[in-house]
């Protein structure tokens, strides 16, 4: 399982990898980790006559305090880099949970968020966290720069908004509720989950005040279950409004079948994850 | 008849592994770490039809890419080879002729069409890319009940039907034992397919000698002897013209033991184009061609009286073969031990067997670690489990109300093979003493009070190792595997010599031979050479499988050991003018303690091979160093153990966990209590993943699901717990030595104690666990319905 | 297209020059060009772990990284960690523990061990188990790798910096 042959250049800043993907028109790939490109270049499912560097850019390797409170996160960060950040661990204590779960610590120690994100898998743990945590992610083009919402961003399974000729920058993330829960159940310990959910709650005199439920492994892209989202504001969690939301997050989801599990059973799952997420987080919104 | 070694030394104690310092510093040689100069590389062309008439294939494309030495199909070899059958004498067998690529039609997705030899590995997958091929497809078969009765587009249309094999076995009288039973219990099991996983995929270096215009062949193979003999069958050799070499392996568990066409493939092209050739499969092509285990579906029934005692057993067989009887075990193996081994440790009054084996357009199926017991230890200790519920008796009780007792023994089971005496009770005792059954049982009590399913599971077993010339593992298969020989010499240095037809695949033979050996000799195992995984190095030899390299070549090690020593002590009772008697060795050494003369080894050496003359001429034949015998334990022996693990349902994702697993097992006397520890461990660790992950897939059209890692699922230290190897002290063996083979084990007892004990978790909605792997999916199936039923 | 390119390689030490298509994965780079055949195949896809090696001190898959992108960093390859006569600390763990049978998976669980034991914290068992599942063993069971991995920390960490 050999990559089948392409040219090769390093871009040493994101303009010149605009410039190369552009030129190359579709042809062109870029790799930063690989970990999720590698792969498919070794089973030959791309033949990209061009494979442009990005691993070594480092205006996209920082983490830094953006405006409003937000916080930026460069898309070659790594998953291991998010894992150990405390300023992030501090203020969206998900992402470390979440961060454990992403393969095993040699893919981690070289994946990077741009890279998951732009994969656009509906069952690795970032779009799902990007959606969750109402991300945008800044892209520069030929056209220029541009911010995508999370929620525009993914189209498809391994299909997003990007444009032939562009290249994910960062990361924004907005301040969000810390009282968080995550559950992923998978075959194996590192493998893609069969399905997952994470959930943010803020609370106010006692009540929930936000909530944000987001699924993975559900669906073509991840998804938001906004309407159990909005029933639950206002009240604190109880086994009515639970069941509520399980039922929602079960009725929103879309999941296929294959060798590692039904539909049927994915949207069983889809409730089952949802239902202790809201209680680990509500676990730690109450305390 | 047992040999006792005079104060053994060595055998018994955790003596540290010789293989180990060049493994752990990654100086290993496996087959494709062998870079033998200007090598070429080849890339087969796999199909990706199932069933299919081979229309045309147009190399034209390939030949003229960069870096292409040549391109072959199964025309071209069809004037160069003869194709190999793996016969046997079974009545009513069907053979198969194995050419190493398709001519004329193609009969399973992996199968090898054509082969691009090439400079590098890249350069020869480019050139694969542009092959061409027409095919015309023909229907396919996946499922062993249709291919049973298909009545057209047979695999093999010369043989007018897919049936490979159909055997009967009878004792007792199984329908008097039916009708007059109190209690039947039955089910209907399926042992679905697995797939060896080795972590070396399978690799062949075929080094061309320039010199003298001979093959070596590095190959990742458990059996250099058996190879060595098929290549120069197929490639019409001598003897001294191939050579196969597999000096370090990684991993085999049967996946390695058979010919594969990629072997003759690089071996033809070596010869042909005079240049070494070397073929490394990736894992793509090991998920899909090296040979897949298992595929059973078994219905069985188990007579009982009033008290729980088994009557009789009665079992009907459907193997599935996949595409090919391959060479030289046969399409038998696997389906006739599950036949041999159902009526396990019990007795067993009556029993009935009937056996089917059928071609479907899948994999070939071949040896894996346990071979058939895995499969009937499954069936056997689900319905022993069932009868022991309906019976109201407690499943450890039940079993030791039915196990052959110790006064028993030989015991003959109801497929005609002998336990001779193992402690099939013993074993039970010390499983539950060390698990502490009876607190376990109050705490499983408990837990599933609180809610919690929990679950115990029990499996015994009992197996038939170190097999000897009268035992076959496949009935009537073209090769006799029942002896081994060990060559052993002190030479002109003093050093020991061990040469031995066995292979290394991790087991750690180096060290356990050499400990024997240097008991034997009175040296120590580090200043033991020992030389194995040759097919050179000996006058015969077939390898390492079925648990018989410990027990026969131990065995002859023994006895050329002993005979070496007695030259040596006669040697140098010459030269100090002693009695034998009157001679101790301790470390290479000779002293005689009365005088405190001492003369080592290499004294002794170069006084026997430099200094001939100081002997009496009568006396020099008898002072040649070295001997070679031969071992055949004729019948074999037996091993058993029993398992005991607990198992945590989650009963909303359905994921299984086990939480505590012990196995408490005899295998005779050990020689490094550590090895035996790992085989244990590695083989129950093997059985966790049939129990709950493991599975080929294929869908009907025949295309394989299952051609990577993220699909095919084996267990990582995260799904494994550990696991608790006892050893029962109390028999040696008959066998010389006192060994036991030990090598399977695990994978025999652990699908069906995680089945077991799955079972007994679910045991509140009343399911029945008959499939294997229990994944996640399968249990939310069961549930559901189990639920569906209750409301 | 044979678009080679000259690149030098960083390898336990000692830098080396190598002739490299762009498309050559670290593994082949290693193993066929500089003759480094302690790192080992399985899967070419991430999964098994065998061809694990430390970048920069830190783990990582050579099946899935080109060997032109290894360039400016230090490479660790288990032939860096000792050799037969004089294994280093961990290797020894390994022999006395027997934590290996066929060894093929070896090399990759000392880089993933050695990675873990520079990381200098105490690990429970299922830390290790977790730490060690990106890595496949199919003749051991785990159990003896376990256990040489958690004694080999228990006697380092503390140890000072």
């Known amino acids: 399982m050999k990559p089948p042959p392409f040219e090769y250049f390093r871009a040493s800043n994101p303009e010149e990898a605009v410039a190369a993907l552009g030129a190359h028109g579709g042809n062109a790939k870029l790799i930063a980790g690989g970990q999720s490109l590698m792969p498919m270049l070794n089973f030959r499912l791309l033949e990209p006559e061009l494979l442009i560097d990005i691993s070594k850019i480092a205006s996209l390797k920082r983490i830094e305090k953006g405006s409003s409170g937000r916080w930026v996160i460069g898309a070659g960060v790594r998953h291991r880099d998010i894992l150990v950040s405390e300023v992030l661990g501090n203020s969206y204590p998900i992402l470390r949970a979440a961060m454990t779960h992403v393969a095993h610590v040699a893919i981690r120690n070289r994946g990077t968020i741009g890279g998951s994100l732009a994969h656009g898998d509906p069952a690795a743990e970032w779009p799902m966290l990007a959606l969750l945590l109402d991300a945008e992610i800044e892209v520069l083009g030929r056209s220029g720069q541009r911010m995508i919402e999370a929620k525009d961003f993914f189209l498809g399974a391994l299909h997003t908004s990007l444009s032939e000729d562009e290249i994910i920058l960062a990361i924004h993330l907005p301040p969000a509720p810390v009282a968080w829960g995550f559950f992923e159940t998978a075959r194996r310990a590192g493998d893609f989950a069969l399905a997952g959910a994470g959930v943010l709650l803020e609370t106010q005199n006692g009540k929930i005040s936000e909530a944000r439920i987001a699924l993975l492994g559900l669906g073509e892209t991840p998804i938001r279950v906004y309407d159990a989202e ?7 969690l109880n086994s009515t409004n639970r069941a509520a939301a399980m039922e929602a997050a079960k009725a929103a989801c879309q999941p296929m079948t294959d060798l590692h599990a039904s539909a049927e059973f994915r949207v069983h799952l889809a409730g089952i994850m949802t239902g202790r997420s809201l209680d680990a987080a509500w676990g730690q919104a109450i305390c | ?46 199909s990706d039809y199932a069933h299919a008439l081979i229309r045309s294939i147009n190399l034209d494309l390939a030949r003229a890419m960069p870096g292409v030495i040549d391109v072959i199909d199964g025309e071209a070899l069809a004037s160069e080879l003869k194709p190999l059958y793996a016969t046997s004498r079974m009545t009513g067998y069907k053979p198969t002729a194995l050419w190493p690529l398709a001519r004329d039609r193609v009969r399973y997705v992996g199968e090898p069409v054509v082969a691009v030899v090439a400079t590098d590995r890249y350069l020869a997958e480019d050139a694969r890319a542009a092959i061409q091929i027409e095919y015309a497809a023909l229907p396919a078969v996946t499922d062993a009940n249709l291919s049973l009765t298909a009545q057209s587009d047979f695999l093999h249309p010369e043989h007018g039907s897919n049936l490979l094999v159909s055997r009967n076995f009878s004792r007792g009288n199984i329908e008097q034992a039916i009708s007059e039973a109190f209690r039947v219990v039955s089910g209907q099991y399926r042992f679905t397919r697995t797939t060896p996983v080795a972590i070396e995929p399978r ?41 196969v070499l597999a000096a370090d392996v990684g991993g085999g568990f049967g996946g390695k033991v058979s010919l594969y066409p990629e072997e003759v493939i690089v071996c033809f092209l070596a010869q042909k184009l005079t240049r070494s050739v070397k073929y490394v499969s990736d894992r793509q092509e090991d998920l899909i061609s090296t040979t897949q285990a298992f595929d059973q579906t078994v219905k069985a029934e188990m007579a009982l009286d009033s008290s729980g005692r088994i009557l009789g057993i009665r079992a009907s067989i459907l193997g599935d073969a996949g595409a090919y009887s391959i060479y030289p075990w046969t399409a038998a193996l696997e389906p006739m031990q599950i036949a041999g081994f159902l009526p396990g440790p019990y007795q067993v009054p009556s029993y009935e067997a009937d056996v089917q084996v059928v071609a479907t357009n899948k994999t070939p199926s071949g040896p894996y670690r346990g071979v058939g017991r895995p499969g009937a230890c499954f069936i056997l200790e689900r319905l022993i489990d069932k009868a022991a519920k309906e019976f109201g008796i407690d499943p450890l ?81 073209p090769i006799n595997t029942g002896t081994e020989s060990a060559s052993v010499e002190i030479d002109a240095t003093g050093s020991v010599i061990a040469t031995f037809g066995t292979a290394s695949i991790g087991q750690g033979l180096e060290t356990t031979l050499a400990q024997i050996v240097a008991d034997e000799i009175g040296v120590r195992p580090e200043d033991v050479t020992i030389v194995h995984g040759d097919s050179a190095a000996i006058t015969h030899s077939t390898g390492s499988y079925a648990s018989r390299s410990t027990v026969l070549a ?191 084990g695990g994978t025999i007892g652990a699908p069906a104690a995680v089945a077991n004990a799955i079972a007994d978790a679910l045991s509140h909605l009343n399911i029945d666990i008959t499939e294997l792997p229990a994944t996640p999916e399968r249990l939310f199936r069961l549930v559901t319905t189990a639920n569906q039923e209750k409301a | 297209m044979l678009n080679r390119r000259t690149i030098t390689l960083n390898v336990n030490g000692e830098a080396h020059e190598l002739e490299v298509e762009p498309r050559h994965l670290l593994a082949d780079a290693l193993r066929e060009g500089l003759g480094l055949t302690g790192t080992h195949i399985g899967c070419e896809h991430g999964v098994c772990g065998a061809c694990t090696i430390l970048l920069d001190g830190e783990s990582i898959r050579s099946c899935l990284l080109l060997a032109v992108q290894a360039e400016g960093h230090e490479i660790t390859t288990v032939e860096g960690l000792g050799d037969s006569n004089h294994l280093n600390f961990l290797q020894q763990k390994f022999r006395e523990h027997h934590a290996l049978q066929c060894g093929f998976c070896t090399p990759g669980m000392l880089m993933t061990a050695t990675e873990l034991l520079n990381q200098r914290t105490s690990l429970t068992e299922r830390d290790i188990r977790d730490a060690l599942s990106g890595n496949l063993c199919r003749c051991t069971g785990y159990d003896h790798i376990i256990a040489a991995i958690s004694e080999a920390i228990a006697e380092t960490s503390g140890a000072g910096p």
């Open chain 1, 230 to 236: 909005a029933k639950l504001e206002g009240e604190n």
């Open chain 2, 1 to 46: 008849m047992t040999f006792e070694v005079m104060r053994p030394k060595y055998v018994g104690a955790r003596v540290q592994r010789k293989e180990d310092p060049r493994l752990l510093s990654g100086s290993g040689r496996y087959a494709a770490d062998v870079q033998p100069t200007r090598a070429l590389h080849v890339a087969i062309l796999r």
């Open chain 2, 203 to 243: 690799a062949y270096t075929a080094e061309w000698d320039r010199r003298l215009a001979r093959l070596t062949l590095h190959s990742a193979t458990q059996a250099p002897g058996i190879i060595r003999d098929a290549l120069a069958e197929v490639l019409e050799l001598n003897g001294p013209s191939i050579r």
């Open chain 2, 397 to 477: 009780e039940f079993r030791r109300k039915n196990l052959v007792q110790p006064d028993q023994f030989p015991y003959k089971t109801g497929s005609g093979i002998v336990w001779d005496k193992s402690g099939f009770i013993e074993c039970l005792d010390l499983a539950a003493e060390v698990i502490d059954y009876t607190t376990l049982k109050d705490n499983r009590d408990a837990a599933k009070a609180a809610g919690r399913w929990f679950g115990i599971g029990i499996a015994s077993y009992a197996e038939l190792t170190g097999l000897g010339s009268r035992m076959s593992a496949a009935p009537g298969m």
């Open chain 2, 554 to 744: 131990g065995g002859a090690a023994h006895k050329a050991g002993k005979e070496v020593r007695e030259k040596l002590l006669k040697a140098a009772g010459f030269l100090m003018d002693c009695e034998l008697l009157e001679l101790e060795i301790e470390d290479g050494v000779v002293r005689q303690p009365a005088t405190n003369k001492v003369l080592s080894f290499k004294d002794i050496g170069r006084a026997v091979y430099s200094e001939m003359g100081r002997f009496p001429l009568a006396l020099r034949q008898e002072l040649d160093l070295r001997a070679t015998s031969f071992y055949d334990p004729e019948f074999g022996t037996t091993t058993s153990a029993t398992h005991i693990a607990t198992v945590d349902i989650d009963p909303e994702t359905f994921e299984v966990r086990v939480l505590r697993y012990v196995a408490a097992e005899d295998c005779g006397r050990v020689i490094n209590p550590q090895i035996v520890e790992g085989q244990v461990q590695g083989g129950v660790a093997q059985g966790i993943g049939v129990a709950l992950m493991e599975e080929v897939i294929h869908d009907p059209q025949g295309q394989i699901f299952t051609a990577s890692l993220v699909d095919y699922l084996v267990p990582s230290a995260a799904e494994v717990p550990s696991i608790e190897a006892v050893h029962l002290e109390a028999f040696a063996a008959g066998t010389i030595g006192g060994y036991r083979g030990m090598g399977e």
